[in-house]
């Protein structure tokens, strides 16, 4: 008895001083900047909405936030080395719901999409919009529709890479409305909307908030939005389901998460720094006057959040007949 009592004892003691350290950690935390990981290139919507959020958290935190692009492979390139990276508190990840579209799309990943991840919260969500390049002879989604079935297979749309919400949202369009269209993947936003305005490819699917400009300023035209409702910045543009594709939605959002395992007590410090941030008018602001549409939540609500979004990814591939790669 006494031996057992020693080595409860003994356990109880260890609990203690792991609970003590880890408390320890994260009160100092964070005690150097901390990597904000994007899996997109720089100017696109994922980037531009980590660049305006780390600025408050690092004055909140009193470390550098720092956005380090590593784009490639619809996100996954990123993911995957947050998933594999130390869980203390430095490394965190702005996904979009191109991570939860990745884990349909692939038959294999090296990280699991729900599983490898610590959420923290939603920061943003915003619609996608089709655009088009001025050459292109159609104003609206319709008409792309009747272009499309004119000139099967001769259709190009562009995307910021392969397993991207973007690429998914073409496919989607395509499956759902029956047409023959051929998806050319570029590295990133800039690279996708300069083969649109040269006449490389016709169309683009695209977040809103690094093409607005363009379209406002009329070296591009938006054909459709993807979102069940229209897109307030462009009242007149008509959403996808009215051009008789009913049911069509597609609204990316984004979100931070650290990789699993990161201290509970890191998680909910960083929760709050997100929450503290968005309350802040001038970020409001800043998120709104760039497109998106400011959105939080608790680290559980962001994790079943992504739960459902897999899901709803999968039965949308299934319905819509999407081969994996």
């Known amino acids: 008895m006494r031996k057992i009592a020693t080595v409860s004892l003994g356990l109880a003691v260890a609990a203690v001083t792991t609970l003590a350290a ?5 009160q100092a935390w964070p005690d150097r900047p901390v990597r904000m990981m994007v899996g997109f290139g720089a100017g696109g919507g994922t980037d531009i909405i980590a660049r305006i959020i780390a600025q408050p958290l690092s004055e909140i935190l009193g470390q550098p936030v720092v956005v380090e692009n590593k784009a490639g492979a619809g996100g996954t390139i990123a993911a995957d080395a947050v998933a594999k990276s130390a869980k203390d508190g430095h490394t965190i990840f702005m996904m979009n719901n191109g991570h939860a579209v990745s884990a349909s799309l692939y038959k294999s990943l090296p990280y699991d999409s729900q599983t490898s991840f610590a959420p923290v919260s939603l920061v943003a969500t915003m619609p996608l919009l089709i655009t088009a390049g001025n ?3 159609v104003k609206d989604a319709k008409g792309l529709i009747e272009l499309v079935k ?3 297979g001769k259709v190009r749309f562009a995307s910021v890479g392969v397993g991207s919400t973007q690429h998914f ?13 051929r998806h050319i993947p570029y590295r990133g936003t800039p690279a996708a909307i300069a083969a649109v305005r040269g006449g490389e490819v016709e ?3 695209e977040v809103a908030a690094p093409v607005i400009g363009q379209i406002k300023g009329g070296e591009l035209k938006a054909l459709a939005v993807t979102s069940a409702q229209r897109f307030p910045a462009l009242p007149d543009v008509p959403t996808i389901a009215e051009a008789g594709l009913k049911g ?23 929760n709050a720094a997100v929450k503290t941030a968005l309350a802040k008018p ?12 400011p959105a939080t939540s608790t680290p559980a609500e962001f994790g079943t959040h992504i739960g459902s979004e897999i899901k709803r990814w ?3 591939a299934k319905d819509a007949g999407v081969t994996q790669q």
Do not use: C, H, N
């Open 282 to 293: 001038e970020v409001r602001k800043q998120v709104e006057d760039a497109y998106f549409l």
């Open 248 to 270: 069509y939605d597609v609204t990316t959002w984004y979100g931070l998460a650290f990789p699993a395992d990161t201290p509970a007590a890191i998680v909910t410090k960083m």
């Open 150 to 152: 004119a000139q099967p």
């Open 314 to 316: 999968a039965d949308v």
């Open 169 to 181: 949202a073409g496919l989607i369009f395509r499956s759902i409305a029956g047409l023959e269209m």
């Open 135 to 137: 050459d292109v002879a």
């Open 203 to 205: 169309l683009l699917f």
């Open 22 to 26: 880890a408390t320890a950690s994260a």
